[in-house]
């Protein structure tokens, strides 16, 4: 083939991009090197791209819920903080979090004897075994029990009490929507034992102010300790991402468990402390 036509052709190969906007003004864009899967599950469209920038990339809903190269600053920053404040943390429920990023962290703490993670789409586990196996590989941990189910549903339904309730969930449209409103973390304070933890991804306090502020509005009556901590997800709107940790008695800020966990890229001991650390617009947006 002449050199020009080729060249031309590759350019053609390579003109896919993936974009996210936000309300159409400005967003991320990422360089798509091939489509690995498109598809609708009962609940939501689900598709992987593989990138050149960032490696495998999961969107759900039209958002990234995790890419290969930057999912470990979530997933480990959903996980760690809680499970190093809290003494016992034997039994952990995730909402959500079907990849499996968020187990993979859980699991890894000797003091978890069960964790349970239920998820609504069944899709979404069966296609990131497939595509993410690195994520994916404590979905058929001899500690985790799945359960595949409307995490509100089970929340409301279940008997049983956690000393951890994680939400890892999309944004708060479609189907994790429920999981932002304060009924859902009413039968969570129901659900937790004495001591218990709750926390949640809480979105980007950069692009999603007033989900920001109701939902911390709604935590705070719930639970009498509620903080946020801060992560830096380059994948995701606005590169800072917030979690709330709440709580029945432990202070993230006062109680801290010796770290027995190796391996982690993100999480520290230093960091635990400096994340609660809230640039002056973010503390201004969740003043009670
Ligand atoms: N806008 C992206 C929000 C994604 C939060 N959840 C991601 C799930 C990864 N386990």
């Known amino acids: 083939m002449e050199d020009r036509i080729r060249d031309a052709t590759m350019e053609n190969l390579w003109n896919m991009w993936y974009s996210e906007l936000d309300r159409n003004r400005s967003g991320l864009t990422f360089r798509v090197g091939q489509v690995l899967y498109s598809g609708h599950s009962d609940f939501q469209r689900i598709e992987v791209f593989d990138t050149p920038a960032f490696g495998k990339v999961l969107v759900m809903y039209g958002s990234v819920m995790l890419t290969e190269k930057d999912e470990f600053v979530y997933h480990e920053m959903l996980a760690h903080p809680a499970l190093h404040v809290h003494p016992a943390p034997k039994k952990v429920l995730i909402v959500g979090g079907g990849d499996g990023g968020t187990l993979r962290e859980v699991v890894k703490h000797d003091r978890v004897e069960r ?74 304070f129901d659900r937790l034992n004495d001591d218990g933890i709750f926390v949640a991804q809480t979105q980007s306090p950069y692009y999603h102010h007033d989900t920001i502020r109701k939902l911390y509005r709604n935590l705070r009556q719930v639970f009498p300790i509620v ?19 709440c709580s029945k008695q432990h202070d993230p800020l006062e109680v801290l468990q010796p770290s027995s966990i190796e391996g982690l890229r993100y999480y520290n001991t230093e960091l635990h402390r400096g994340s609660f650390a809230l640039p002056t617009y973010v503390a201004e947006l969740i003043e009670a």
């Open 115 to 188: 964790a349970t993670l239920v998820e609504i789409d069944r899709e979404v586990c069966r296609i990131c075994k497939q595509y993410f196996p690195s994520v994916a590989c404590a979905i058929d941990s001899p500690k985790t029990r799945l359960v595949f189910q409307d995490g509100a549903v089970y929340m409301a339904e279940t008997n049983e009490r956690y000393d951890l309730v994680l939400a890892d969930v999309s944004d708060p449209v479609g189907p994790a929507e429920v999981v932002f409103q304060k009924p859902f973390h009413l039968n969570v």
């Open 227 to 245: 903080r946020m901590y801060l992560a830096h997800i380059p994948t995701y709107p606005g590169a800072i991402w917030s979690f709330a940790f």
